[in-house]
Nanobody
Framework: QVQLVESGGGLVQPGGSLRLSCAAS????????MGWYRQAPGKQRELVAR???????TYADSVEGRFTLSRDNAKNTMYLQMNSLKPEDTAVYYC?????????WGQGTQVTVSS
């Protein structure tokens, strides 16, 4: 079955850290391009970070230097380490798996950065 499950969201103070996880089915994790997107209230969904086809992490300008993308192939899990969080990082964060034929989305996990 196709499955993408995010976890790790929550409430954190500005300057704090969170680590998001995306657990995927083995078939998707091994064959699809994996990445993270987010959508803040009243805004369009935007790319946060993704792996290239060659496996190199890439980042949006707004998070580069603060967020780190990684993966654990044994656990079929992708991670997003988020440091130095800002209020503008508040959004629902979604895991996405892309192929030429289609894309799969997780259900999203809420990240709220507020004092």
């Amino acid at each position: 079955q196709v499955q993408l499950v995010e976890s790790g969201g929550g409430l954190v103070q500005p300057g704090g850290s969170l680590r998001l996880s995306c657990a995927a089915s083995r078939s998707i994790f091994s064959s699809y391009v994996m990445g993270w997107y987010r959508q803040a209230p009243g805004k369009q969904r935007e790319l946060v970070a993704r792996f290239t086809i060659g496996g190199t992490p890439t980042y949006a300008d707004s998070v580069e230097g603060r967020f780190t993308l990684s993966r654990d192939n044994a656990k079929n899990t992708m991670y997003l380490q988020m440091n130095s969080l800002k209020p503008e990082d508040t959004a629902v964060y979604y895991c996405k798996a892309d192929s030429i034929t289609r894309a799969y989305w997780g259900q999203g996990t809420q990240v709220t950065v507020s004092s």
